[in-house]
Nanobody
Framework: QVQLVESGGGLVQAGGSLRLSCAASGRTFSNYAMGWFRQAPGKERQFVGGISGIGGNTFYAPSVKGRFTISRDNAKKMVFLQMGSLKPEDTAVYYC????????????????WGQGTQVTVSS
């Protein structure tokens, strides 16, 4: 069983930066791929980026590539989402998720989810 807790959300002006954190519990954290997703009101949950367990390979949705960076600290069982050049359309609840094996962009492939943290970008 894996439990995930996100933190770091808040209100930021357009063009600003924010760093989200996701703390994980459970053993063998390094064997789990991690993903960041977001969901705006009235919209489906969408993939933001993912990172592999060992090796830390990352990939991103086109809408955030070059602005967002995912990293992880396996010793501390933490995953981070550094967000820069934020836009009002980045406003959403952000979730971290984990799955055993390779990272993927598909929401349905992730087994464990955090409760989410709100990010609001004002214009």
């Amino acid at each position: 069983q894996v439990q995930l807790v996100e933190s770091g959300g808040g209100l930021v002006q357009a063009g600003g930066s924010l760093r989200l954190s996701c703390a994980a519990s459970g053993r063998t954290f390094s064997n789990y791929a991690m993903g960041w997703f977001r969901q705006a009101p009235g919209k489906e949950r969408q993939f933001v980026g993912g990172i592999s367990g060992i090796g830390g390979n990352t990939f991103y949705a086109p809408s955030v590539k070059g602005r967002f960076t995912i990293s992880r600290d396996n010793a501390k069982k933490m995953v981070f989402l550094q967000m820069g050049s934020l836009k009002p359309e980045d406003t959403a609840v952000y979730y971290c998720a984990s799955r055993w094996g390779a990272a993927t962009w598909q929401v349905s492939e992730y087994d464990y989810w955090g409760q989410g943290t709100q990010v609001t970008v004002s214009s």
